[in-house]
């Protein structure tokens, strides 16, 4: 048996130890209920108080719990734990806190069930739901530009820069090091000759954080937007100015000089053409949008763990030493730019004009409005984890009526349904 807890699987599936997390039950059977009287605890056991899991476990664990695998449970997961343990004021209210006194509208966009009227951070660093959003509305930026571009004849290339890093060095050096370092490659006269001797007309910037076994890994990946072709003595002369400014930097800095292998990799991304669809893909197949943008998307190699990985970790494990990486991430992240267009690039690829991060997670996706969750159930809701979640599954499901069959469950309230301009909004669900 399969037991799905909050979008995760047991040992079957994910490699996790159900037994551990329940000491003294036996594999496959259901745990015995807590002495609680907490409804949503009640078909969890009472693990160890040290473990953050007991309060942030998903709360949904009956016969008719929704035991799908999905993301956004696992985000709607990771922003619950964010919503105490976060040091980011923005972040905490993210999802949470109502923006107007009429209720919390629940959506239906083609199926797909969404909130509107709460707050939002627009964070793509450090909160799962909101960079969701934000890094899928760059990926479509960056894809299309990519497409734009190579549909005139054109070509792309993408730069990974990275950095010798070792365990102890703090992220937010690492980050400050790295940006320098790439601002001194493209700012010298010796990049604008080699931007005027083979039409280079600018480039977009991508920032990805991961951790493993040498500690904090920051690098880069660029897209480089070239006229035509830049053949073979052009990629060499672009790639020799690339090594040897980025390497003399990260030394001026005291670092190690970067590995002549993988410190920097410039290779070309092809792409392929058809009517009513175009994708430009790099050598392993990765469209271009997604590889700079979707890091939401992304899990570590070679066991090295992304960011929303160790928030994960910790919302499962408790264990402090991840929420210690986690709060300096957050730190040497905040305010930071994890995308950026070189001047005037945009402007040559895209008709759309640019939205900031907050203005692009506070963007209404529209869809019709199927239930209305009045603001002092909503205050109940968020209490519990799994619920936010869970609701929205419900919705998709059953409407109104699966909505409040779960509220009910829990005692929660009921939702309305929504009201024409000018009537009350207390109808009855039919």
Partial sequence: MTTVIHG?????????????????????????APQSSSPHLSDLPSPPATWYYAKNVAAL?????DTRLTRRNSRYAGREVLWERSRIERVRKCGRVPITEGGIPVHDNLGVS????????????AEPVCSAKIR????????????NWCKQGNSV????????????????????VIAAAFRAVIGCRAWRRLKKQHGIIGQIRSTEVTYGENG??????????????????????????????WSAQLVKAGYRAPSLIH?????RCYSAAEAGAYIAKTQDGRSPGNELARGDLKTGRQGSRTPFQILEDFRWTGDLADLVLWHEYEKATKGKQAIAWSKGLRKLLLTEPEKTDEEVAAQEVGGEVIA?????????????????????????????????????????????LPSSPGEANDDEPP
């Fill in 114 to 125: 969404h909130y509107s009227g709460l707050a939002t951070c627009g964070s793509i660093w």
């Fill in 61 to 65: 664990l009956d016969d008719d719990a």
């Fill in 216 to 245: 904090w890994h920051p690098h880069l990946h660029v897209l480089i937007f070239v006229e035509g072709d830049l053949g073979a003595a052009g990629l060499a002369a672009v790639t020799m100015h690339v090594q040897g400014t």
């Fill in 136 to 147: 899928n509305v760059r990926s479509t930026e960056i894809s299309t530009a990519t497409a």
């Fill in 8 to 32: 995760r699987q047991d040992r079957q599936a994910s490699g996790r130890d159900t037994a551990s997390l329940f000491p003294g039950r036996g594999r496959g059977r259901r745990p015995e």
């Fill in 263 to 267: 410190g920097v990799q410039i290779v």
């Fill in 157 to 176: 290339f993408m730069a990974t820069l990275t950095a010798p890093h070792d365990k102890g060095m703090r992220l937010g050096n690492l980050m400050d």
């Fill in 372 to 416: 209305v969750i009045p603001v002092p159930v909503w205050k109940k809701i968020v209490r519990i984890p799994g619920i936010p979640s869970s609701l929205l599954d419900a919705a998709e499901k059953s409407g109104i009526i699966g909505i409040n069959a779960l509220l009910a469950r829990y005692k929660l309230g009921r939702a309305v």
